[in-house]
């Protein structure tokens, strides 16, 4: 791949393109009734960097936060994708129209540069195929890019909570049970690397793939300013600090956005079926 070649020629998706997400998304986007807070946090002046939690799966909630960021802040940003999506034909296409690019630093830094918003998941991966007793659980290790490129660029930083479709799949199989199983074990042994791990085997909707509709919540945190930070270039201490930072109140958002939906009357399906079988006969 050549990194950022034609990253500036993007421009966001219209107002016809919106509406045709929102019409394929709708179905959905009634059966999970999302919930966006304080979206009155995010700086309207300038481009920001969207600090997200990755849940189970990864996918069954991302579109429904882009459309809600777009429309709750006005902000349309471009997400970075892990390198397999963009194997997928047809689907590369989709994600490219609606601003993903792989997620590489050199990409970040080139849309960076151009001033895009950002929205980044860096639990990656490892976050998306949780264990048991993971939920909500922020799985970073040791990565701390984002902090880097945004002190780079000094950009804001605005952490964002979702909270709702971790409860979308039961896990079967997690990857320490694969790998505990003689397939596993081959495969890991075979392995040329030591970071290898297997994706989670997970059970929805009537055991199928599909997901269980759970009603998504998400929150918007405080502003985090990296600008102090920037003339501090040879002091990798300090962005581990931006990171932990981050992860600090991330965590604390996500914490309270659990908290505000156990109070939530309407948060059952069927509370809300009602509604929004009056809204599916709405022409």
Known sequence: MEPARDLPNWQPPNADSLRTARRLLRPWTLLTSPVFLNSDRVPRDRPVMF????????????????????????????????????????????????????????????????????????????????RRGEAYKLLWGKRAGFALLAREFAYTIVPVASVGAEECYRILLDADDIARLPLGKQLLAKAPRHDVSFPTLVSGLFGTPLPRPQRFYFSFGHPIESAPYKDRTDDDEAVFELREKVRVALEAEISALLAYRELDPDRPLSRRLPSILKELRAP
Not at 77 to 103: K, N
Not at 107 to 127: T, V, W, Y
Request: aromatic share 8%; hydrophobic share 40%; with cysteine.
């Open 51 to 130: 600090i997200v939690n990755h849940t189970l799966m990864g996918m069954v909630d991302t579109p429904l936060l882009m459309l809600g960021v777009q429309e709750h802040t006005g902000h349309f940003p471009r997400s970075m994708a892990d390198h397999f999506h963009f194997t997928v034909p047809g689907w590369r296409d989709i994600l490219r129209r609606y601003g993903a690019v792989e997620g590489t630093r050199d990409n970040c830094r080139a849309l960076l540069r151009e001033k895009h918003s950002m929205m980044i998941f860096p639990g990656g991966g490892r976050e998306v195929f949780k």
